[in-house]
């Protein structure tokens, strides 16, 4: 029995109905003004979307269902995906339960994805590898099966669950297969049923993990990547492609699209370009005194500090300190650790020099290149793909969501740059 889902068909109608009866109460209610500036900026700061998966706070830094990011470091990505949706933490049934189900559903992977990763040119980058074979599978599609033949509303979102928990037990065959086809000799290795998820993954990479240390941070880098509220470029790009009842393979690969972009999923790897073109300027780890005029001359130059700043956190980003926590434990005496370390005692005392910066702390991007770099993974390209897998947990589960919610189709009103100044003129 799937756990997971009778839990789900209990909970969803409870969600339902709670929204429904917030709507009837205080659905008229009035909760904010617009400014032109936000409408022009990127929708920053509107509350406009609403998504209960997860949620940032300025002074906490992400919080899953309420819970640090931070004390979720020593969870699995299953126990995560499973809070996501349910609200709790699995019990030890629920979550062997979940694992075998996505182990049953592994296997179920069909071979064409593969197919179309051969025949792809070699040189495509290994996001467009990824988007395309996950696009070639709609033909699974559960929820256009079911759609099809009739399905009520209220069952949407059994349907989704169906197709995302595949999309789950897919996607890191897929990527997997990938590393090896770009960066290794091409043999796709098979999965293990006496495997998690993550043991599966690093098993499928090839990268010989013979102290299970690289899992761990596999583990780890999944749940901290796995969600990130919903109005992200990624997260939100999934919603609005799934508010048309796009089937979740088109709806994930949409957000994998935003994902690709380089201010969403590539700051990771201009962290480590930056950490190594330091190191290699000072023929080593660098002293405080030399990152401070590498930092300087970076800032001088017109760029950012990659790896530091956040539009919402004031603190030290939670998820940096669980990556740091984690290399101080499983690679201190790496020379790239080392310069994260003098880089994080000497930025943000340069960056608090300028008052426009609002948060002169380490967000999650610091450390992470970092760790993935120290267990052989090279290959800076591949590194959003590692992205991508942990953050289809949170779209799917947000997907899942949405659906048993009965959510419409997203249409916010866009208006012309005339009507936005005649409005101004009225003020
Ligand atoms: N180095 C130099 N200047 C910085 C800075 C940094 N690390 N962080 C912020 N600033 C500058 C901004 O560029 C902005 O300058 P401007 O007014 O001339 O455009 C000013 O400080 C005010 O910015 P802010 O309000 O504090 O932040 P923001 O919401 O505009 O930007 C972020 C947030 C993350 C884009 C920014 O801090 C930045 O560019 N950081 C470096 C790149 C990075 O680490 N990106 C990864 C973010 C995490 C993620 O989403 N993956």
Redesign the pocket.
């Known amino acids: 029995m799937d756990r997971l889902k009778e839990r789900l068909k209990k909970i969803i109608p409870q969600y339902r109905e709670e929204i429904k009866n917030f709507l009837k109460e205080s659905g008229e209610k009035i909760i904010g003004n617009i400014s032109i500036r936000s409408v022009y900026g990127g929708m920053?700061d509107l509350p406009v979307l609403f998504c209960d998966t997860s949620e940032i706070l300025p002074e906490k830094g992400l919080l899953i269902r309420g819970i640090s990011v931070k004390e979720l470091s020593n969870k699995l990505p299953e126990e995560v995906f499973f809070l996501m949706l349910t609200q709790n933490l699995p019990d030890t049934e629920e979550i062997i339960s979940l694992q075998n189900e996505l182990n049953r559903r592994a296997k179920l992977i069909p071979d064409y994805p593969f197919t179309v990763i051969d025949d792809i040119p070699q040189d495509s980058h290994p996001m467009t590898m990824l988007i395309c074979a996950i696009v070639s599978m709609e033909r699974e599609s559960i929820f256009v099966r079911r759609y099809a033949e009739g399905m009520r509303k209220e069952d949407y979102w059994e349907a989704i669950y169906e197709d995302s928990l595949n999309l789950v037990a897919w996607v890191y065959q897929i990527a997997a297969y990938i590393y090896r086809k770009k960066f290794g000799d091409g043999k796709r290795i098979f999965h293990d049923f006496s495997f998690d998820w993550a043991q599966n993954f690093s098993r499928l990479l090839g990268i010989g993990d013979w102290d299970g240390n690289f899992t761990k941070l596999l583990r780890l880098y999944t749940v901290i990547h796995s969600d990130?509220e919903g109005g992200?470029v990624s997260a939100h790009s999934c919603h609005c492609a799934g508010s048309s009842l796009a089937n979740p393979y088109y709806s994930v690969a949409a957000g994998l699209c935003g994902l690709s972009g380089p201010?969403?999923?590539l700051?990771?790897q201009?962290?480590l370009k930056w950490l190594l073109e330091a190191m290699e300027k000072y023929g080593g780890v660098p002293s405080e005194k030399q990152i401070e005029d590498f930092a300087e001359e970076?800032?001088k130059s017109g760029?950012?500090?990659?790896?530091?700043?956040?539009?919402?956190l004031k603190v030290i980003?939670p998820r940096f300190e669980a990556f740091y926590e984690f290399g101080e434990k499983y690679c201190e005496e790496d020379p790239l650790f080392q310069t994260v370390k003098v880089v994080f005692r000497v930025?943000p005392e340069i960056?608090k020099k300028?008052p426009?910066?609002?948060?002169?702390y380490p967000?999650?991007?610091?450390g992470s290149g970092c760790l993935l770099y120290h267990f052989g993974i090279k290959e800076f390209n591949f590194y959003t793909v590692f992205f991508a897998v942990s953050r289809i947990f949170g779209i799917t589960a947000q997907l899942i969501l949405s659906r048993g919610f009965g959510e419409p189709i997203e249409s916010p009103k866009s208006m012309t740059t005339r009507w936005f100044k005649e409005q101004a003129n009225k003020l």
Request: charge should be neutral; hydrophobic fraction near 35%.
């Open positions: 920053r990130n992200n201010l969403h999923g700051a990771n201009e962290v970076t800032l760029k950012v500090i990659p790896g530091y700043g956040h539009s919402i980003d930025v960056l300028n426009k910066i609002k948060d002169p967000n999650l991007d610091a």
